[in-house]
């Protein structure tokens, strides 16, 4: 059950986003969604009476997770959310699973074997199929900036890769909500820079459905869906965990078809099974037989 709402949930971010990015740019969702998150994860990690600092030697690690993991992340993804639509988002997503796949066997020499390459030829012959299904699908696509919504959305998969690369080191010895209370506070300063000069005027001028929408991503996305994620994780292993993000893009498409009218074509759901199964061989492990 937690796994099944922490996917719900994080389907309908993409659903969130393409509703309101005409009255609130993403660059701003981004932000505003990580100033309502980092306090409440904060409190989170004190009501759990988890540690709140990590080591200073690990400031250089943290700051890589922090712009690969919320800063940079939901730039990419947020701005490609709203240049594509939400079904095409949340399959693209996922690719993060086969980009983290190539990073582990160029950077940590992780074995990648044959059913390894056939899953990610198959994933990146999926991407093809979706995007180009959706670029010829008059009905939901009438920009020309959907090819590059579609390259952001791959970014941010690329970010996610990084971090889960980095993380992995930091997550196997700190707490993962010290680390994400860490994560989440300084992803808000690194997005300072580029949100500082105009904050105040999108705040003031901000709609109630923005207002929602960011509570949504920040309450429910980012500090319940993490809770109920890594609770799950300590009661059942990660790999049958990671299972359940694959409803991530079924769920996008229901709330997407149901809530803003998004119509997937055949060839669309053709490519996602691709991208879909290509992650699955990814993932899988190779059973060793046994002698009987």
């Not at 701005?79 to 940590?108: D, E, K, M, Q």
Request: hydrophobic letters at 60%.
């Amino acid at each position: 059950m937690f796994l099944v709402f922490a996917s719900f949930t994080w389907a309908g971010s993409f659903v969130a986003v393409r509703l309101v990015y005409d009255s609130l740019s993403p660059l701003y969702i981004g932000f505003l969604r990580f100033v309502v998150a980092a306090p409440l994860m904060f409190l989170f990690t004190i009501g759990l009476k988890k540690p709140l600092l990590l080591p200073k030697k690990e400031l250089p690690s943290l700051l890589i997770l922090s712009l690969t993991g919320v800063t940079l992340l939901y730039i990419f993804q947020f701005f490609g959310v709203a240049f594509t639509t939400a079904s095409t988002a949340s399959v693209l997503i996922n690719t993060n699973v086969l980009f983290i796949s190539l990073f582990s066997a160029l950077f940590l020499k992780e074995m990648f074997n044959k059913r390894k390459t056939v899953g990610v030829l198959l994933s990146f012959t999926g991407v093809i199929l979706v995007v180009y299904a959706q670029m010829t699908n008059e009905t939901i696509i009438v920009d020309s900036l959907f090819l590059f919504g579609c390259i952001l959305v791959l970014f941010s998969a690329i970010c996610w890769a990084v971090y889960s690369i980095v993380g992995k080191r930091l997550l196997a010895v700190y707490d993962p909500f010290t680390v994400n209370t860490n994560v989440f506070i300084l992803g808000v300063f690194l997005y300072l820079p580029m949100v500082v000069p105009g904050v105040f005027s999108a705040v003031s001028t901000i709609t109630y459905e923005s207002v929602i929408a960011v509570l949504y991503l920040g309450v429910f996305c980012s500090v319940f869906a993490y809770a109920a994620w890594y609770y799950a994780l300590q009661h059942q292993q990660a790999a049958e965990s990671a299972v359940f993000l694959t409803l991530i893009p079924l769920f996008t498409m229901i709330l997407s078809f149901f809530i803003i009218g998004e119509q997937p074509t055949i060839l669309f759901f053709l490519g996602a099974a691709f991208i879909m199964y290509g992650v699955y061989l990814t993932q899988k492990k190779k059973q060793m037989s046994q002698k009987v």
